[in-house]
C-alpha cells in the first residue's frame, strides 16, 4: 500500500476516533430518502431534488440520493400503512397523513412539526377547456349545462378529487342555501363523468392526450404544466368566481426514518420547502407558496378569487367520515356511466 494512502486512512481513522463515534457508526457516505407524493408533484419533487441534494452535500459533505412515488393520494397513503418505506409523504390531504398516523406510522402531532400546520405550499381547482372554450364554460354553473362532459379522478383514491368534490359543494352551498341543493349540484356533476381515473394525473393524460371531456376539474399547477406538455392539444384556463384552499400538507414518517437512520436528512429535506429557494421553485412549477415576498413576486401567477376552506367543512376528518367514506355522501350519489 502506498504511504500516501495508509496516511489517510490512519487520519480518516483519527477523525473518527476524535469524534467519539466507531466506524461503525460514523455517518455512510450516501443515504438514500424515499417520498411517497401525490399525482401532480412529479416536476416539482425534480427540480427541489436536484437543488437539496447539492445543499446537503455542502452542509454535510454527505450524498443523498432521492426517489420518487407518484399516485393518487389515498391509494399513496394506502401503500405506505401497507408496508411501502417512505421516508417522508407529501400527499395531497391532511386526511391522508392522519391516516397513516392512525395506523402508528407517523406522530398523531405531526402538523405541530414544521410551520404552517406542516403545509409548506397550497393550490386550488381551476377548469381546463378546449381552445377557445366552445363549451362557454365561466363557472360551476356552466359545467353541468346540457351537452358538457366533465373529467375528474376518483375522489375515493384521489386527493385531488376529493378537493374537486368539496370545491363544487361549497360553490353550490354557497350559491344556493342548502346542503340539499349542494348534493343535487355535485350529484349533476358526476352524472356527467365518463371515467374516474385513480388519480390527477390519470384524468389529466384522460383530457389532454385522449381527448376526453369537455372540461378538466384540475390543480391550478396541473393546468399551467398541461398547457405546455400538450401545447399542440390547445387548451386554457377558466378560473371560476369560487373554488377551495386545498392545503397539501408533508410529514416525517417516524417508523421508518428511526429503522432506517434517516431522520436527521429526511426532516432537513422538509424544512427545506420553506426556504426561499425552495419557494421560488415552488411558484416556478405553480404551486402557491407560503413565502409573502415570494408570493408577492409571483402574484400575477396566482389570481385572487373567493376560496373556501376546509374548516368549513369541519376539518378532514369530519369531511372524510361524512363524504368519502364507504356508505358516504359520494357512494350515494354516483352511478358509474353506463359503457
Do not use: C
Amino acid at each position: 500500500m502506498k504511504i500516501s494512502r495508509l496516511l489517510a486512512l490512519f487520519a480518516a481513522a483519527a477523525l473518527v476516533a476524535a469524534s467519539g463515534l466507531s466506524a461503525a457508526d460514523a455517518p455512510p457516505k450516501k443515504v438514500q430518502l424515499v417520498n411517497v407524493s401525490y399525482d401532480p408533484t412529479r416536476e416539482l419533487y425534480i427540480a427541489i431534488n436536484d437543488v437539496f441534494v447539492k445543499y446537503w452535500k455542502g452542509k454535510t459533505g454527505q450524498d443523498v440520493d432521492i426517489s420518487n412515488s407518484h399516485g393518487g393520494s389515498g391509494a399513496q397513503a394506502r401503500k405506505v400503512i401497507d408496508g411501502l418505506d417512505a421516508d417522508v409523504v407529501t400527499l395531497a390531504l391532511a386526511a391522508d397523513i392522519d391516516a397513516i398516523a392512525k395506523a402508528k406510522l407517523i406522530s398523531p402531532e405531526w402538523e405541530k412539526a414544521l410551520p404552517n400546520h406542516s403545509t409548506p405550499y397550497t393550490s386550488t381547482i381551476v377548469f381546463l377547456v378546449r381552445k377557445g372554450n366552445p363549451k362557454g364554460i365561466k363557472d360551476w354553473d356552466d359545467i353541468v349545462k346540457p351537452g358538457v362532459s366533465i373529467i375528474t379522478p376518483n375522489p375515493k383514491t384521489s386527493g385531488g378529487a376529493r378537493w374537486n368534490f368539496l370545491a363544487a359543494w361549497a360553490y353550490a352551498k354557497d350559491k344556493y342555501g342548502t346542503e340539499a341543493a349542494a348534493q343535487d349540484f355535485v350529484k349533476k356533476i358526476y352524472a356527467k363523468v365518463p371515467v374516474l381515473d385513480s388519480g390527477a394525473r390519470g384524468s389529466t393524460l384522460t383530457f389532454a392526450k385522449n381527448g376526453q371531456g369537455d372540461v378538466l376539474l384540475a390543480w391550478e399547477n396541473d393546468a399551467h404544466l398541461a398547457l405546455a406538455e400538450f401545447a399542440d392539444q390547445k387548451l386554457e384556463i377558466i378560473i371560476p368566481s369560487a373554488s377551495i384552499l386545498a392545503e397539501t400538507p408533508v410529514a416525517v414518517v417516524d417508523k421508518v426514518v428511526d429503522k432506517r437512520g434517516t431522520r436527521d436528512v429526511a426532516l432537513a429535506y422538509l424544512k427545506f420547502l420553506y426556504t426561499p429557494e425552495a419557494q421560488e421553485i415552488i411558484a416556478k412549477n405553480y404551486y402557491r407558496p407560503i413565502d409573502e415576498a415570494v408570493l408577492k413576486k409571483y402574484a400575477d401567477q396566482f389570481p385572487k378569487l373567493k376560496l373556501a376552506t376546509i374548516a368549513d367543512f369541519g376539518g378532514w376528518a369530519a369531511a372524510q367520515k361524512k363524504y368519502f367514506a364507504d356508505g358516504g355522501v359520494f357512494d350515494q350519489i354516483y352511478t358509474p356511466a353506463a359503457k
